[in-house]
């Protein structure tokens, strides 16, 4: 046998149980730092704190909705029905400092020294909005978009009311307090975006970033700008 062989054997059986519990840790650092576990565990924050913080007597939380519109399908992460207006809620998990104004395309993601953009989460979600909109025959005055920060993030430029960090959505939506819906339409709506949503599932998240790719492919994605 030769020395590599022993070797090999000795730290087996001296460190064999211990990688055990070393690797599914290092596999759960590894995926914790990916965009996709930061997004749904952004979305699971801002799912958690609505059903803590709102009142499920007056508001219905609907989350993680696929929904098929003229160029494919559009994915809504958090929709919030009341008699007082239906949220359209977009979240984003983001650190640094945070630049951007309503009307512009891109907005400025700055960490230490370097610079990214992102899509104006404000125009995402209008996209968002307008597909639910069609969907429920709504007026303007019905329904809202919300865009909410989690994340150690900051703010540099001023920012629209329906944008915010943490748990500023929640007091943005009950900001509203003004019934523009009753009961029954507010049943309905519930009842029409569980019948219209796509079935849950990997195969319907996987159609959908398919879907997002080919967008990205004709534009500019998320790169950095800048030093």
Not at 1 to 11: A, G, R, W, Y
Not at 46 to 74: E, K, M, W
Request: net charge positive.
């Amino acid at each position: 046998m030769d020395l590599t062989q022993i070797v090999k054997e000795q730290l087996l059986a001296h460190y064999g149980g211990l990688l055990i519990y070393l690797l599914p840790l290092l596999l759960a650092v590894i995926i914790a730092r990916t965009a996709w576990f930061k997004g749904q565990f952004g979305e699971y924050l801002v799912s958690l704190s609505a059903r803590l913080f709102l009142d499920r007597h007056q508001y219905h939380l609907i989350n993680n909705v696929t929904l098929p519109c003229d160029s494919g399908t559009t994915q809504i992460d958090h929709i919030i029905v009341s008699r007082f207006g239906v949220f359209v809620v977009e979240t984003k998990n983001m650190k640094g400092w945070i630049f951007g104004a309503a009307q512009q395309k891109q907005w400025t993601q700055k960490i230490y020294r370097r610079s990214y953009r992102f899509q104006n989460p404000l125009h995402q979600n209008y996209k968002h909005l307008k597909t639910l909109q069609q969907l429920l025959d709504l007026s303007d005055k019905q329904i809202h978009s919300v865009v909410v920060f989690v994340g150690d993030s900051t703010f540099k430029t001023a920012m629209p009311a329906n944008v915010t960090q943490g748990g500023g959505y929640l007091r943005h939506i009950k900001s509203f307090r003004e019934p523009v819906l009753n009961t029954v339409e507010v049943a309905d709506i519930i009842q029409q975006v569980e019948s219209g949503r796509l079935v849950r599932g990997f195969g319907t998240n996987r159609d959908h970033i398919r879907h997002v790719k080919e967008i990205v492919a004709q534009r500019d994605g998320q790169e950095p700008c800048g030093d």
